[in-house]
């Protein structure tokens, strides 16, 4: 029986625009059904004793932007380490995502776009006319780009954040096979390994 992946992400994050890419290739590889879960990624640190960039320590805060020139280099993407649009409210664009999977669509396209905005092209994703030229660019018909600002969306939103905090999850990108949580990027080399292996969960 293939596997599902429960993605969860928030649209603004780097490192899952570094990971996205990888992540899907995995999933395809192994046949496995991914579901998009975006979340707001500002509530959950709130809940779980993340500090936002800003509060982090100066060491941290330095080693960051080392880590993000290493992954840049190894995925091989483009990306600003000091955008001019970040921190920036995702939230328009995430749900849009919801909207898309709930229509049975690919967000996949939308999101690629998305990040590709943020790191690489200097926009601003808090903006509805840049999600505009992004969902119309990603073949969104504008119908569905006028269900992100549904209630249902909203509400949707916020349940993704109740399943992901209820999983266990802290950071984005995270990914969740059987129960077992992965957080980042630089986990799904692991991730790969338990889907090729089909081994139980590990639990704490």
């Known amino acids: 029986m293939a596997a599902t992946i429960t993605y969860v992400f928030t649209s603004h994050s780097p490192w899952t625009y570094l990971g996205h890419a990888a992540f899907l ?16 990624l500002g509530a959950i640190f709130a809940e779980t004793g993340g500090q936002p960039l800003a509060k982090r320590h100066p060491v941290r805060q330095r080693y960051r932007l080392v880590e993000l020139q290493r992954w840049r ?13 970040f921190p920036v409210d995702p939230a328009l664009a995430d749900r849009l995502a919801i909207a898309i999977a709930e229509a049975g669509g690919d967000p996949d396209p939308f999101l690629r776009r998305v990040f590709a905005a943020v790191w690489a092209e200097e926009r601003n994703l808090a903006d509805p006319e840049t999600i505009a030229d992004l969902a119309a660019a990603s073949g969104i018909a504008p119908e569905l780009q006028a269900r992100a600002g549904a209630p249902e969306i ?48 590990y639990t704490a």
Not at 31 to 39: F, H, N, Q
Not at 73 to 85: C, D, I, M
């Open 25 to 40: 290739d995995i999933a395809r590889r192994h046949g496995a059904t991914v579901e998009y879960r975006p979340v707001p």
């Open 154 to 201: 909203a509400a949707a939103y916020q349940r993704n954040r109740e399943m992901a905090e209820a999983a266990g999850v802290f950071g984005a990108p995270s990914y969740i096979l059987n129960g077992e949580l992965f957080w980042g990027q630089d986990r799904l080399d692991l991730l790969d390994d338990a889907l090729a292996t089909g081994r139980p969960p």
């Open 73 to 85: 280099a190894r995925r091989g993407l483009p990306l600003n380490l000091h955008p001019q649009f």
